[in-house]
């Protein structure tokens, strides 16, 4: 009978490692993601890959995205940040592997590797910030002035910085 109980709980323990999986134990498919953008104070659109709007807000603001965008296909997400409902910055971003999916070749086995895992989506990881940067023209970014002048009253550095035209 002691032997039976033996094989009983090495055969439990050999099943529950065999149709684990690493990733999907250690870490979630879905991940709190913070949305920034320079300057902060405008507001966003997130679309996903199929081009649906999963969120919107202002920024700073942290949301939940999932890194699952099909079996063995990462998440992708489009960041819009708009400014008087006019797209000024987007930033593409896309979930990227999961350095825990790997320990299913020493763990979680083929199993975890080829069905929890993908399925799941949690070998998939997507970064914890996303800042996205706005577009700015050169007049909004530094704003220019027109001096008109006699050659005669530049002095001989601005006039060895002419150049011919």
Not at 13 to 40: E, G, K, M
Not at 78 to 91: C, D, I, P
Request: with cysteine; hydrophobic share 45%.
């Amino acid at each position: 009978m002691f032997h039976s109980a033996r094989i009983l709980v090495a055969s439990a323990a050999a099943c529950s490692v065999l149709l684990s999986s690493c990733a999907s134990i250690v870490s979630r498919a879905s991940r709190d993601v913070a949305i920034h953008s320079n300057p902060d104070g405008l507001a966003f659109a997130i679309v996903n890959g199929q081009g649906e709007t999963v969120h919107t807000g202002t920024t700073p603001q942290t949301v939940s995205l999932s890194a699952r965008g099909g079996y063995f296909k990462p998440a992708k997400y489009t960041v819009q940040v708009k400014r008087s409902g006019k797209v000024v910055g987007t930033h593409q971003v896309t979930a990227g592997i999961n350095g825990w999916y790997f320990g299913n070749i020493l763990i979680g086995g083929l199993v975890g590797m080829l069905i929890v895992d993908p399925l799941t989506g949690a070998m998939y990881r997507l970064p914890g910030t996303i800042t996205v940067e706005t577009h700015t023209t050169a007049a909004a970014a530094a704003p220019r002035s027109l001096t008109v002048a006699s050659i005669d009253t530049l002095s001989p550095a601005e006039r060895a910085s002419l150049v011919r035209l």
